[in-house]
Structures are given as C-alpha cells and as structure tokens.
C-alpha cells in the first residue's frame, strides 16, 4: 500500500462499483435551473456516488491505474472529490463529462444541456456545492457525511488546494526528546494538447473559469500584442470577466524584480488562493509567474497557456519555477508545477522560424534519451516542421499535422515521465538534462539561443556517449546528423575555449552533489546512461576530436540564426541583471592582465602592444586590402560581427522605447522578413546621429516596417519631419499602422512608390533635407546618391548608406554584391564628398559634401539666378 493510500485505509477502492455508480446516474434534473440544481443533490444516486468518491484515495497510484486507459474519467473523478467546495458550473460539467462516458447518448445530451443551463445564469455557476446542498432536503445526510470526513480526510471537505495532498508519519520516543517524522505531498497535474483553444466553441478555458467568475490572467506583452484581441473576445463571449496583467517577457527582464511586481498585482487584483491564475506565453513569462504563483500564499495553483514550442514540451509543464538575479542563471525558484498544461500548435504559427527550430531542440533532446520512435518521426518530418511552423501554414496537410501534434505529444511524455518522478530533484539521474551538462558554461558568453547552446552539448554528449562505448559510431553520427538538418548548432567557436568549459564541469558537478551525472545515450538511441568521469586531459581530447568531426557537417557544424540577436532577442549576456547587478561576472583570470610585481609598466605595455598589433592593423594603417579593386574581397563569414561583441554593444546600449520595439515583434508576427529592420544597436545610432546633427528633415528611403523612420522622428524636435519612402504596398500598410499607433506619428509622412521618381519629384518641389538615409534596393544605390546630390541636401546635410558592407557579405553571385562594390568605389572616388565607412552591423557610410561641392552649388545657383533675371 503506498503512502496516500494509507491516508484513506477506512475506505478500498472497489473500481467496479464505482463504475456502476456512474452508469447508474439517471436522466439529468429538469426543470428550472436552480430547482433542478437542488435536485440533482437530493437524487439518492447523484448523493451516493458523490459522497463514495469524496473518500477515496484519488491522487494514489493504484487510482490512477485503474483508470489508465479512461484519462478524462480520471480528471473529472479527481475534480468531484472536493465536490462540497467546486462551484456547481464545475460540478455540473464533471458530471456531464462523465455521463458522456458511461450513459446512453440521449442521456448524455440531457446532462450537457443541464450542464450549460447551469453556466448560463453566473449567480448559479460560481455558487459552491456546500450552499447549494444546504438549500436541499438532503442536507443533513450531505452535513453528517462532512462530519464524518473532518476526523477521516479533512482534505476532501476543507481543502487550500484541491490538487495537492499532504501526509506524514511522526514517531517519538516515550518522553518525546527524539522525534522522528516522514513528510509527503502528493500533487496531481493534467497535459492536454489541443486544437482552437481560443475559438469561441471551444470550451476548454470556458469550463474552468466560467464557475469562478473571472479569469486572472498573466501574459507576456508580446504575445498580448499578437493574440491579445483573441483572448479578450473569447472571455468576452462566454461572459467571463477578465483581468489581465501583461508583462515583458525577455530574458533581459527574468529578474527578482518582475516577480515581485507580479505578486504585488495578484494582491491588487485580489487572487485567491484556491483560484487558478492562467499564464499564457513562452518559457520566460512561464518561469516568472510560475515562480510568483509558487510564492503568492505559499502556493497558488496556475494553468499554463503554452504558445511557444519551449513552453509547450518543456518550461510548460515543468515543476522548475525561477529567476535569475545578480548575472546567475535562475538562482531563485521553486518546484511548482502547473495544475494544468494546455499546449495547441495554432501559436506557433507566428513564431519566428530561428525561435522553431530552437525549440525542437528540446524535442531532439527527449528523442535521443528517451523515445526512438519520436527520433524516427523527427527524421520524418525533418525541416518541415521549422518552415511550416509545425504545420500551421499548411493545415489543409492533415497527415502532417497528425505528425506534428504526435511529435508535440511523444516530447512531452518523454519530458513529464523523467521530470515528474523526480519532482524535487532529490536525485540527479535526470535524463530531461541532457544537452545542459557542458553548455551553460559558454551559452551566455556566445550569446547562442538555449536551443542552440542544447544542440552543441547534445552533439559532444553523443560523441563522449561513442568514446564511451555506449553508442556506434553509426548512431553517434545519426543523433548528428538529426540536429544538424534542423540547422542547430553542433559546434561553435566558444567551445574552442577548453578551460572555460571545464570550468564548467566542475560548477555543475559542485551543483549535481558531487556527481557529474552526465545523461548520454547508451545501447541504443531512445535509452539513456550517464558518464560520471571525465578528466581535463579526456575534456580536451574529446572536444578537439569532436570539432575535427563537426567542420565536416553542414556549415562546418554551425547552426542558423543561432544568436539571440539573429532573432530579435536582447543578448543572453544581459539575464537577471540589473544596472547595480553583475560586479562578480568580471573575468576571472582578471589577474593575468595586471602588471606583475617584477614587470615595469614599460615593459608591460610594450609586451601588450606587440600581442595586439596583429589585431589592431587599421591603426597604423597596414592594410590588407588596396582599394580601387574590380570586385570586393572574398570574405568567408556570412556575418561581419562576433556574436559575443555584438551581444555585449547591444547589452550597454540604450533599449529601443516600447513603440519600436513593437515594429520588431509586428514584423516578426506578420512573417515579414526581420533582418530587413536596422535592430536596436542601429536604431539608437541613428537616433542619436539625428540629435547630434540637429536634424529637423530626414529622408528615409526605404521604410520596410518603419524600425530607421521611427528612429530618426525620436531624435527630432516636435517641429521636424520624417518622409520616409516604401515600393512595397502590403508592406506599407503594416509601417502606416505602426506609426499611427506610436507617439511619432505626426512626425512622419509615409509615401508609397518607386524612390527614384518620388526624389526626383522632391527635387523640383524644392525639398531639403538634413540627412538622406540609404537603406532600399542596392542596385539603385549609386541612383539614390546622384539624387541626393542633385539637390535634397541642406547645407551641412549628410548621406548615410546602410548595409554598405554587405558587398562583403553577399554571396558571389548576388548581384548586390557587385552593386554595393561599385557604389562604394563612386564614392571613394568623388573628390567632392568626404566619407567614414563604421562597422556597425552591416556597414554605415556616412558621407558628407565638402566645402568645394557647396560652392560648385552656389556658383550654379548664381549663374542659374542670373539667367533667368536676364531672361
């Protein structure tokens, strides 16, 4: 008998009667509702089989099992045993479930109705049983049955939570000077993937909140941006109030202080401790109100909304609440999971495809470990899913979409089977860890997505699984391959750094008790195991050796979009800290770059500048390229910045105000093309640029969302002007929207159609401006020029070019590589102008007319004047 089961030795759990109960539950009350409510509690079968499941042990093992194969019995039944404390909207509809199971279908049909009559009138639905039973003859017999469950299961008839139990053993010696006790909780969580959860005919949401009145909900601002409209009328048409409290999301704002803004609106709100608060986004806003739910009168039940894959297969369901604070990865937390998990792939349809193919990450990683049947449907759907978005761009493909929401479904068994039996990682045989032994050690210095960090760790823990003997090559090689045709990163150069890796070790084996406990596959994929030794010298070996095996993948076993700011997120560098935060993260070999006690500062510095001058050629101008070139240099690199210079920039930089930030999270929302967007570290350098030259007119050839033109109206006074130019309609239309809705909008004038006629246009209007901004097609560019030197520019006016780097970049047969190479050599050559080339993102040449163009102009101007006085 296990421990629950003990709490309940009074009553055994006779299956076959209480199956007969439920067949035994007769037509559905008729009548009024309230009458037929007070009925249904005097029925003798409705009061037997109610008072039979209030005493028995339904959070048990052996309840459980016996329902095994009657899942949505199990649910109703664990929910009917507090039935004196569920509102009768609740009440009515468990009953009506379970008449659609063990009844005749006219019967079933009469209970549904009766189920809905009961919804329909609120006063009804939100009023306990215990009330409603008070007004019935049956009461005494319902009273003497309560009494009778003080002394035997107090839970059953006053319960905090009606999903989690508690039990002890306590025994004490004669005179009680040693006492010894055995504590336990049981906790009991439903999964459900589903389809249209927020359709107004699905009933899902409506079943739960309906008979409590309102819906608390907490969610992420930039999901409430997406589907915000959606949640609102599907709450709105069941009459349900609802109270949202919406939150950034990022993992910039993972910190102590978000949760304890998010309890201080709970008690605002008033939430009760026995009502559900529904968290609806991705793994942050999971983890944040998670977190707080766990700390709101100690324990606050919660149902998790997952509308991103993470969430969906991992942080959703998981009893792993936290923050971070103080630059530490989750340092704060609690084990408390969800008391519901609803997961439905509609969601994921707005998701950007680097966020998709991060997520299946998690998938990969319960496949390789847990389930070779998911790894096969995995190598079945292959990249498919990140392009179809897991079948929501597609739904008319209904086999795919089966496929889909099976491989949702098999990762999210694999995940709660090895989580859940281990609630309180009392041990660290965690096979849901592995992919997260090594990586947390150089995640967050890469400023590599989770997903991507996860793909590298899976790959070396496959290859340490090879070396190991527990896995074929063949198979070390098939786990490869699968991440790497999901375009995950199986290697990076962060990795190159050995010491900082077994630096790493040795934090996570001081976490893991002493044990490295690595989970790896062994026997066979869809079987775990665990290495528990490695040392340096195998680290290093294994590690070269696996690099040597990843440059011979795809990509040289790079992924797509693997950094944060590939895909719009503020840099992984950034989590829980806060401007006072962070003092400890200085490098911790700060010490080697002090000056020796032996070591004059002369012979220090001279020693510094000979190891950097190799770096630092441009400085005394040794150049590598001469220019004047046909074609651009051949340049390897499908980026110009180091992901981890570029993620600690944008970290110190000045965040984009919330109206830009929304032309970022529209544009990913509608599909749009987002490398297209200048991004926040551009978006302040044009802001500021705008300030600095006092600009009160700026020309914005190509608009795209709006991210550049917005940015330059911030840097204006009230007085000045944006005209920004967009060829693309559809386009046009998402950017018009965007500016009506922000501050700037009287700022900016939007024009929609071909740049070069509306400048040419512009120039016999007259109209001047402070600065022409570039950032259109590239082919054009050497038009765009001509243009703005043709009479668009104020006097002291700039020019900047973006992307002029890209000739760099491009691959050698895009045309906009040669296009951008010959415009940069335009200018180059143009003794009329003078110019910068920055490395800022993707290259910004700022070029300015010198004082010999300005005077060409005023001589032209005069001699034009002169002709015209003449004629």
Avoid at 694 to 721: C, H, I, N
Avoid at 746 to 757: E, M, N, S
Wanted: aromatic residues 8%; charged residues 25%; proline residues 4%.
């Amino acid at each position: 008998m296990s421990s629950v089961s003990a709490v309940y030795a009074h009553k055994t759990l006779d299956v076959a009667r209480l199956r007969q109960q439920l067949a035994a539950l007769g037509p559905a009350p008729r009548g009024a509702t309230g009458t037929a409510c007070t009925t249904l509690l005097e029925a003798k079968a409705v009061r037997e089989l109610l008072c039979y499941i209030s005493e028995l042990p339904v959070f048990s093992s052996e309840f459980a099992e016996a329902f095994a194969h009657d899942l949505t019995s199990l649910f109703h039944l664990k929910t009917l045993k507090y039935f004196y404390n569920l509102p009768a909207g609740t009440l009515a509809t468990s009953l009506a479930k379970l008449a659609s199971i063990y009844t005749s279908k006219p019967n079933a049909d009469a209970w549904k109705c009766f189920a809905e009559a009961v919804l329909a009138e609120p006063k009804l639905a939100t009023k306990t049983v215990r009330h409603v039973a008070a007004e019935s003859k049956a009461f005494s017999e319902y009273a003497k049955h309560a009494d009778k469950l003080e002394v035997l299961d107090p839970h059953a008839v006053y319960p905090t939570s009606i999903y989690r139990q508690c039990f002890a053993t306590t025994l004490s010696n004669d005179d009680a000077s040693l006492i010894e006790a055995v504590m336990g909780t049981t906790i009991t969580t439903s999964i459900k993937i589903k389809s249209g959860l927020l359709e107004v005919t699905s009933t899902e949401l409506r079943d739960i909140y309906k008979p409590l009145g309102r819906c608390v909900v907490v969610i992420d601002k930039r999901v409430d941006g997406i589907y915000g409209e959606d949640i609102e009328q599907y709450f709105a048409h069941h009459k349900i109030k609802l109270h949202k409290l919406s939150y950034s999301a990022m993992e910039k704002d993972k910190h102590i202080e978000a949760v304890q803004q998010i309890l201080i609106d709970f008690k605002t709100a008033g939430v009760a401790r026995n009502e559900p608060v529904l968290i609806v986004g991705g793994g942050v806003i999971t983890d944040l109100g998670g977190f707080a739910t766990a700390l709101y009168h100690r324990n606050t039940p919660y149902i998790m909304l997952c509308t991103s894959i993470v969430s969906g297969i991992d942080a959703g369901p998981s009893p792993r609440t936290c923050c971070d604070g103080y630059g530490y990865k989750n340092i704060y937390g609690a084990y408390h999971p969800p008391v519901l998990t609803l997961t439905d792939r509609y969601f994921f349809k707005t998701l950007h495809e680097g966020w998709v193919r991060h997520g299946i990450a998690e998938i990969i990683k319960m496949a390789v470990i847990k389930d070779m049947y998911l790894f096969e449907l995995l190598e079945e759907a292959g990249p498919e899913l990140i392009t179809t978005k897991f079948g929501t761009l597609n739904p008319e493909d209904k086999k795919f979409g089966q496929i889909c929401d099976l491989i949702v479904g098999k990762a999210m068994e694999g995940y709660v089977r090895s989580e859940y039996g281990n609630l309180w990682e009392t041990h660290q045989c965690r096979p849901h860890a592995y992919g997260h032994t090594w990586s947390p050690g150089y995640e967050i210095p890469s400023g590599m997505l989770h997903g991507h960090a996860v793909g590298t760790c899976m790959g070396y823990g496959a290859y340490l699984a090879f070396d190991q003997g527990f896995i074929s090559e063949k198979e070390m090689h098939r786990i490869l391959k699968l991440i790497s045709i999901f375009e995950l990163t199986l290697y990076h150069p962060q990795m190159d750094d050995h010491e900082m890796i077994w630096k790493a070790q040795l934090k996570v084996t001081e976490k893991r008790g002493g044990n490295l406990c690595a989970p790896v596959p062994k026997g066979k994929i869809g079987l775990c195991g665990y290495i528990n030794n490695v040392d340096k010298k195998r680290l290093v070996r294994t590690l070269t050796e696996y690099k040597e095996i990843c440059m011979t993948y795809p990509r040289k076993g790079l992924g797509i979009e693997m950094h944060c700011v590939d895909v719009g997120l503020e840099p992984a560098g950034t989590v829980g800290m806060k401007e006072t935060e962070g003092s400890h993260l200085q490098g911790e070999d700060e010490e080697k770059s002090k000056i020796s006690n032996d070591t004059s500062y002369a012979q220090w510095i001279k020693k510094e500048q000979e190891k950097r001058r190799s770096a630092h050629d441009e400085r005394l101008e040794l150049k590598t390229y001469q220019a004047g070139q046909k074609c651009p240099p051949d340049f390897s690199k499908d980026s110009l910045f180091h992901p981890v210079v570029e993620s600690y920039a944008t970290a110190v930089t000045t965040p984009a105000s919330e109206d830009v930030a929304a032309i970022a999270k529209v544009t990913d929302a509608e599909g749009l093309f987002s490398p297209c967007m200048v991004g926040q570290l551009e978006g302040q350098f044009l802001k500021m640029i705008t300030q600095m030259n006092g600009a009160k007119r700026v020309l914005d050839v190509g608009t795209f969302t709006g991210y550049s033109a917005l940015s330059f109206a911030e840097g204006m006074p009230q007085s000045g002007k944006v005209v920004t130019i967009e060829n693309d309609v559809k386009i046009a239309k998402v950017a018009s929207r965007l500016f009506k809705r922000s501050q700037q909008s009287k700022k900016i004038d939007l024009v929609v159609g071909d740049a070069v006629k509306i400048m040419q246009n512009m120039i016999e209007q007259g109209q001047k401006f402070d600065i022409v901004f570039l950032d259109a097609d590239k082919e054009n560019y050497v038009k765009y020029y001509t243009l703005a030197l043709s009479g668009l520019l104020n006097k002291n006016g700039v020019i900047m070019a973006d992307n002029s780097l890209c000739s760099l970049v491009y691959r050698k047969n895009d045309s906009r590589r040669q296009a951008l190479h010959d415009f940069n050599e335009l200018v180059r050559k143009d003794n009329r102008v003078e110019q910068v080339c920055l490395s800022v993102r993707e290259g910004i040449t700022i070029i300015r007319p010198t004082e010999k163009f300005w005077g060409s102009v005023e001589t032209e101007t005069s001699e034009k004047i002169a002709k015209e006085a003449k004629a």
